[in-house]
């Protein structure tokens, strides 16, 4: 700021902008209180208890019930949520805005919970489980992303790459008889589908907008396709039955954390290892290193000797694999069968996964987990009848993420040769 | 290291680059290759590092020839190269960059970061090249982002480097350090071949001289044997005049007065901070100042492309600030931009109408809802005659035209809709010198019809050539305000590396 404009008190048009910026995020803070206060907390007739089951079934060490008064609870949220929406219009919170939002964010679920459960019990254990569940293919799915985008290759097939698999697996799983080795056909069919990306946009420079969305289309087609004349015709191939659950000794027996994470198959344990190897491999190794260059600054790599192409067509191929894995949830890991579409648009919600992740697998992991509670609150809200459908907190993740995206929330940066084909000299 | 170049030869679709070109560097000296843009410099060093293939010819290092058929083979042989447009990860640290391609592990297989920050520490001491090693690249500026080039081919333990173009974003003390640091390159055993069209930089700093016009060697030399004027004549073919005729300006009525004006780029930071100025009709303010100083920000904002975050802007006594570029052209306001491909022409369409992309909307171009074609190509035939056009027809896509032919092709659009003020943001740059002299010409004659004239220049040369008066800016601030009369290459330069008058 000039010493003039200081002097006269006049706002830039930057600052101004800013401040109106920070103004808007207090007032949805206050807005969520008072729906919070008002619509939660005074919603629920007076002495109702909300109940929330710890315990799943047969699994952990048992807990009693936690039982809350609703009004209450509802009411004390939503004084935070004011207190915090106060303090940031008085004067802003800064650098701790995103903390700050989150726990909003997470009083505001809360409350709703506190509001949807009160008279009635819900089981709260069991809803952490089905997230991390449902969490899962996206997680798997945004790794993909991250690896083939982080290397420059925009991967809009990952729907596509995850339907062939799914039904690749459950294909190869019934022939042989054995669910593992379906995860293994899977896995290959979907490196195959990343070569073909791969060449499509390394070789051919296709547009991979179009390259990706003529896979998906050609994916949708081929597994519809082979299910109706083969799955319907010979149904001992569509039967491959569901992956085991591998209980860790001693860990699954802790409650609550117990039946969450260590009493899952081997697609969540997969994902959960994947997620931290992925972030030590792409920051702390050499490899990582490159292709964040080439997704970065191909001709900088190029420049120090790095074979550009080469590194790219690995990384896409190594995502087609991550994909693969990801599709193969779907039917050995979840239904034990393969419907046509069934992977129902989760290849493009792990998409918004990465770009909300900021292209980051622990970031995307984050998000997965928020589309996943998402999800498995829609369907536990369908038992509790409560008078807001349960479609709309479908939504709700979604209009998040477009926010995100929109840069409201902060900047989400894509790598910047990301969907830029390479060419030498 | 000895490096000799016999019978280079690199052809593209069309053109040869480089024809037959010999060249040698000793260890311990500096090579000077000299040439105008479009000479044939980069290509020729392309081929040395191995980025290009050349079509014939060979390199030879300390004797013995070698093929390069990748940057990796070359940098393998000990060449570095630091390109003009650096090649640098901007996310990445200084530490990154200079490790990517030459990694070294731990016994786990992850990067060893502590022995390469160390190797690093030490090079930089060893060279006086300072830079912080955990810095994001994209956080430097630009001379310390060419200490990273340097460091990363010191530790790439280069034996042979290539500076191209290395002064062309410095400040004149960035220039005196980055000529000491060759000169501890040299002590070291090293050659150095250096890149430039400047003349007076190429003296000082040689031992030998190589000039290239049109992809042919046609003179080598040393600082001792040719004087600038001779080095001027051996680069473009014929003797030089770098001066304009012109009379002493008769400064009118002020016509663009801008104030307190604040601009941002695309992060939000402020590259143009409190500037005000004014330019009166029949005079021409150059903007001096070393490149990204806030100039090209300043001229998008004058031009109603870039937002004004703060400050005003006066066109003939009114407030013209914010308003869209077509409301500024019908105020009598022309705009030569900086980057004439990206900015001043359409590639794929045909010169007629790139010569009426911002009128055709009026008379006698529009009637109504309908274009009149035939007085688009009438206007076309006249501008290429008047204007000097080298195209083949007025239907050929601008992007077959030469760089000069463009500018010629934005020049003449601009300047017939120039009745108030002309800004012209590098109308020069890389072009041939009879080009130069032409669009300069023009310029001046503007002038003398009474439009108001702000010439944004990074060349020292076309600022003293043209300026009635010179504003100097230094990190988006003017710095200083200099009539002709006392504007002398020492002066101007001293403020453009932030001395304040």
Known sequence: MTAATRAAGVLTTSQAAERRRARTIGVVFLLAAAVMGAGFGLGVEAGLDSTFGLNVRGTGAELPDLVVPSRLVAAVLAVVCAGLGGVQLARGFTRRLPAVAAVVAVCFVAAFLTWAAAGASFNLTGMLQ?????????????????????????????????????????????????QLVGVVGAVAVGGLLGLVLALLSIRYRVDQIIGGTVINIFALGLTSFLSQKVFSEYQELNSPGVLRVVRIPLLAELPVLGPVLFANNLFVYAMLLLVPLLTIGLFRTRWGLRVRAVGEHPRAADTVGIDVLQVRYRTVVLGGMVAGLAGAFFTLGSVGRFDENMTAGRGFIALAALIFGRWHPVGALAAALVFGFAESLQSKLAILSTPIPSEFLLMAPYLVTLLVVAGVVGRSRAPAADGQPYVKG | MRVELRGITKRFPGVVANADVDLEVDGGQVLALLGENGAGKSTLMNVLFGLYEPDGGEILLDGSPVRFASPAASIAAGIGMVHQHFMLVPVFSVLENVMLGVETTTRLGGLDRRAARARLVELSAAYNLQVDPDADVEDLSVGAQQRVEILKALYRQADCLILDEPTAVLTPPEIDDLFRIITTLTES??????????????????????????????????????????????????????????????????????????????????????????????????????????????????????????????????????????????????????????????GAFPVRDNLVLNTFRRRPFARGLRIDRRAIRDNASRLMADFDIRAASPEVAAATLSG??????????????????????????????????????????????????????????????????????????????????????????????????
């Not at chain 2, 055993?189 to 003349?199: C, D, E, N, T, Y």
């Not at chain 2, 943001?425 to 004659?445: M, N």
């Open chain 2, 189 to 346: 055993g090293r050659s150095v071949i250096f890149i430039s069209h400047k003349l007076g930089e190429v003296r000082r700093i040689a031992d030998r001289i190589t000039v290239l016009r049109r992809g042919e060697v046609v003179g080598t030399t040393t600082p001792a044997e040719s004087s600038e004027a001779d080095l001027a004549a051996l680069m473009v073919g014929r003797e030089v005049q770098l001066v304009v005729d012109k009379s002493p300006a008769r400064p009118g009525q002020p016509v663009l007065r801008v104030e307190g004006l604040r601009v941002l780029d695309e992060r939000g930071v402020a590259v143009v901070d409190g500037v005000s100025f004014e330019v009166a009709a029949g005079e021409i303010v150059a903007v001096a100042g070393v490149q990204g100083n806030g100039q090209t920000e300043l001229v998008e904002a004058l031009a109603g492309l870039r937002a004004v975050d703060a400050g005003t802007v006066h066109l003939d006594g009114e407030d013209v600030t914010g308003l869209q570029p077509r409301r500024l052209l019908e105020r009598g306001m022309a705009h030569v931009p900086e980057d004439r491909q990206r900015d001043g022409v359409v």
């Open chain 1, 130 to 178: 089905s997230t991390l569940l449902r969490a899962t293919p996206l997680a798997l799915g945004a790794c993909a992303g991250v690896l083939c985008e982080r290397a420059g290759v925009v991967n809009i097939a990952l729907e596509g790459m995850m339907l062939t698999a799914a039904f690749t697996g459950a294909l190869v799983a019934s022939a042989a008889g054995d």
């Open chain 2, 404 to 501: 000069g032919n463009q500018q010629k092709v934005i020049v003449a659009r601009e300047f017939g809709h120039a009745d108030r003020l002309l800004i012209a943001a590098q109308p020069t740059r890389g072009l041939d010198v009879g080009s130069i002299q032409y669009i300069h010409r023009r310029i001046v004659d503007k002038r003398d019809e009474g439009a108001a004239v702000l010439l944004v220049s990074t060349e020292l040369d076309e600022v003293l050539a043209l300026a009635d008066r010179v504003i100097v800016v230094f990190r988006g601030h003017i710095v200083g305000t200099v009539p002709r009369a006392d504007a002398t290459r020492d002066h101007l330069g001293l403020l453009m590396a932030g001395a304040t008058a």
